[in-house]
């Protein structure tokens, strides 16, 4: 039996390092086409190592488009957007939580079905309302459909559900209402899941691409995602050039996710608790 374990155990942790080499390897390549001269974009064998490394491609990928502006106005969205999702999420979670009130449970289900509309069914409808309100080339078109989120309030709910009922009473007792429980002790308490959903609606947020398009215009308010296709020609491609911008836009998520790693794997870990 001991020598069946440790078997598994090595069969685990064999087919998890695949898999982590597999996720890491399009990341590498792309940090290595960066670095390299167009010359060696198409050299056979693909060249993993570049030789000379040529770091100019990140400076002439700035310069070739404003590329300053538009991180700024990718970083407004996505803060703007991940602050109001942070705060719906606290109040909804809280209330399908521990506020009974009539048809609380019908209505969670309703949010939880949403969870099951793709994206795609729901892009016209919404792109007719933004439009019907005159919110094309605007923030608002960007940031007000993206603040309600089905899955950030399931999540909000479940951790709530995990945390002990006698904090709730021992709250009222002291004479807090709803919004002074949730604010004064259950806020203090949920940094693992806000943290989860801060980092899922700052990755989805800042990683955005086809409703930026379809909905900005101006090239002063684009975000950062849409900017890269202007090293997308109608017959050739800088994919020198593509990748180094692509990395240092990718850079905010990467650092946002090191840095909140360890309270987004225990909000995703506590959240499901409880049912």
């Known amino acids: 039996m001991e020598k069946k374990n440790i078997f598994k155990k090595i069969a685990v942790y064999f087919f998890l390092t695949l898999g982590g080499i597999t996720m890491v390897l399009p990341f590498i390549w792309m940090i290595s086409t960066s670095l390299k001269t167009k010359k060696q974009l198409v050299a056979y064998p693909p060249v993993w190592i570049p030789n000379p490394v040529r770091w100019e491609n990140y400076s002439e990928a700035v310069g070739s488009f404003p590329f300053l502006q538009y991180t700024l106005n990718t970083l407004f969205v996505t803060v ?41 069914v729901t892009m016209i409808p919404i792109f007719k309302l933004v439009k019907d309100l005159g919110w094309m080339n605007s923030y608002l078109a960007l940031i007000i459909p993206s603040l309600c989120s089905g899955f950030s309030i399931f999540l909000m709910r479940q951790f709530f559900l995990s945390l ?43 990683n955005s691409f086809l409703w930026p398009l379809l909905l900005i215009s101006d090239k002063n308010k684009q975000m950062i995602t849409v900017g890269l296709l202007q090293f997308q020609g109608a017959f050739s491609t800088s994919y020198e050039l593509l990748m180094a911008a692509a990395f240092l836009s990718l850079l905010p998520v990467f650092l946002i996710y090191f840095f909140a790693q360890e309270y987004f794997i225990e909000g995703i870990a506590t959240s499901g608790m409880k049912g």
């Open 80 to 120: 703007s957007v991940l602050v109001g999702t942070v705060i719906i999420s606290l109040c909804a979670g809280y209330a399908f939580a521990r506020i009974n009130f009539k048809f609380r449970d019908q209505l969670f289900l309703v949010i939880l079905a949403t969870m099951m509309i793709p994206g795609q």
């Open 164 to 206: 002990p009922k006698e904090l709730e009473s021992a709250a009222m007792v002291d004479g807090c209402g709803p919004f002074r429980t949730l604010w004064s002790i259950f806020v203090p308490l949920s940094k693992p899941a806000i943290a989860t959903v801060s980092v899922l609606s700052f990755m989805g947020t800042w």
